[in-house]
């Protein structure tokens, strides 16, 4: 019982995460843009790098501005990077930016005394430990950045699915990748802090890649993985309670065990 008392509020940590990574991982699956995230997480773990060689205290606000700032510019790259024939591959552009964030993040670590700690938390997160006001930090944020895309969704999903007349004009779509990839950033910013950039990852591509197995409309195909994402927070967090497991390498497991199972059941269920 009180294994599950202390696990409530990382469940209900994982709902918020789901509710959005899902939306926006069903727009990083279609556009083939898988490490979009990661590259983006890296931006912004230079900027906390640097904000913590400077002395702030990383849950300032100087400290998140800075790594926003790097995330901004991060998709600022991605969006000039995404070229209209294709000349380059835009994967290839993110690859780029994801390994020279790394190594400059490196550099900067190795002069923190606490460098190698603070490298560890970003890639596994820390979301056994958040509180009901990173709960309600996280709410606000998800439903801001949640109407900008109920706002812009149309756009955005035809640039993803390369349909309709904004992607006519290679100005337009430039904007429009622009815009979409600062609000992925300020989410990714946010949620790499509490979960970690594995379990972002995770949150982001398993449930999308699970619904294309069934489904290619987008209204089903994001309850499907709504209910994927549920689900796998659900027993990620159940393995962890019971068998003491690290809360955020069980719940990347339990997400791999759910690709897995729906990859099964594609073959008995026809898809619509």
């Not at 400077?54 to 606000?61: A, V």
């Not at 100087?62 to 994967?91: C, M, N, Q």
């Not at 950033?185 to 982001?204: D, E, K, N, P, Y």
Request: aromatic share 14%.
């Amino acid at each position: 019982m009180e294994n599950i008392q202390l696990l409530i509020i990382p469940f209900f940590a994982c709902l918020l995460i789901a509710a959005i990574h899902c939306y926006m991982g069903m727009h990083i699956v279609r556009r083939g843009v898988i490490f979009v995230d990661i590259a983006l997480a890296q931006c912004a773990a230079l900027g906390a790098s640097i904000g913590l060689l400077k002395g702030y205290d990383e849950e300032s606000l100087s400290a998140y501005a800075l790594s926003l700032a790097f995330t901004f510019f991060g998709a600022a790259l991605f969006a000039i990077g995404r070229f209209k024939d294709e000349a380059v591959p835009h994967e290839a552009i993110i690859g780029i930016v994801y390994v020279v964030s790394t190594a400059l993040t490196v550099l900067v670590l190795d002069k923190s005394p606490h460098g190698l700690d603070e490298m560890k938390t970003m890639l596994v997160g820390n979301i056994l430990f958040v509180n009901w006001q990173d709960v309600f930090e996280l709410l606000a944020l998800y439903v801001v950045l949640g109407v900008f895309c109920l706002i812009f969704h149309k756009k955005f999903w035809d640039i993803s699915t390369l349909s309709g007349k904004i992607v006519k004009t290679d100005k337009g779509r430039r904007l429009w990748d622009f815009i979409f990839y600062c609000i992925f950033g300020v989410m990714v910013t946010r949620s790499v802090r509490v979960a970690g950039v594995l379990l972002v990852f995770s949150f982001l591509v398993i449930p999308a890649v699970c619904s294309l197995f069934f489904v290619n409309k987008f209204v089903k195909g994001m309850i499907i993985a709504w209910g994927i994402a549920i689900v796998a927070s659900a027993i990620g967090l159940g393995l962890s309670g019971k068998y003491d497991f690290p809360t955020g390498a069980a719940l990347v497991s339990a997400f791999g065990i759910t690709l897995l199972l729906s990859a099964v059941a594609r073959f008995f269920i026809k898809k619509n």
